[in-house]
């Protein structure tokens, strides 16, 4: 995490993916899909919609207040790119491709020098799971 240059869109916005990860256990594809509409800020929670969730049941997943309120800072920072209600986007305002965030992750942990451990989005959600239990 101390790899990410917060003061950039792109460093502040996988920050936040970062986050979400740590803090839900979501999965790569869940998150890239989430829309603006499925983050309630006041009740602190995300919605994965049925057809978003990989078993096709919605759930509803609560969020700290520190993930909150970055996602609530990544929403208004989108609010430039009108043409679009997803909450990850690119540094031009498009969807985001599962398999670049699993490079962008990957090139964090080099640069941190991890090393003997995957790194990888689906290592945020088995960090998750172990932390929760």
Sequence with gaps: MKQLNQRTYAGFRDYV???LFLDTGIRCNEALGLKKKDFDYEQKIIKVPAPLAKNGHARILPLSKKTAKALNTLIK???IFENSDFIFLSNYGDEIDPS???SRIKQYGIKGNITNVRVSPHTFRHTFAKLLF
């Design 17 to 19: 993916l970062m986050l």
């Design 77 to 79: 920072e989108n609010s």
């Design 100 to 102: 670049w965030v699993r």
